[in-house]
């Protein structure tokens, strides 16, 4: 079986990860998305409703598992029998970054490959970042992250 692994904070999953999500479920016969649960970073949501919110948006995408994940994304990779990270690429500034990543995980687990995703040009400038910005001024955020997800994410901020 064809396991992809596609990492990441997901606070909150916007319109580019569901896409990349989408594409790759094409690609493989299982996609798990694993939701990092240990980072050093204050989350909007917690591990546990970021999963409820990917769940609910990728309930059509066949084949889709969510976990959390805390650690060494290697040993996330090995639990799973994985043997292919997904990542999405936005432009040339995430690049560096991700092939730090992608070069540091082959030297933990020489089997491992990174598979990069362009983004779908819609989605160029969007991030979870951008996408907390907008909804703390009580910003539009259609297009941004899934319809479903707008209430929850207002309401996030004291707006309804
Ligand atoms: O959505 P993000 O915050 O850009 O995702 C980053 C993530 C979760 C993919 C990355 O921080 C990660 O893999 N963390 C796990 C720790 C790890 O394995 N570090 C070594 C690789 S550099």
Redesign the pocket.
Known sequence: MNIAVY????DPCTNGHLDVIQRASKIFDKVIVAV?CN?RKTPLFSAEERIELIIKITKEVPCVEVITFS????DCMKKNNAKIVIKGLRAVSDFEDEF??AL??RK?CNDLETLFIPTSAEYMFLS?SIVKEVASYNGDLTGLVPDELIPVIKSRFGFC
Not at 7 to 10: A, E, I, K, N, T
Request: glycine letters at 12%.
């Open positions: 990492p990441g904070s997901f990092l980072s650690g060494l994304l290697v730090q990543m540091t995980n933990l979870s």
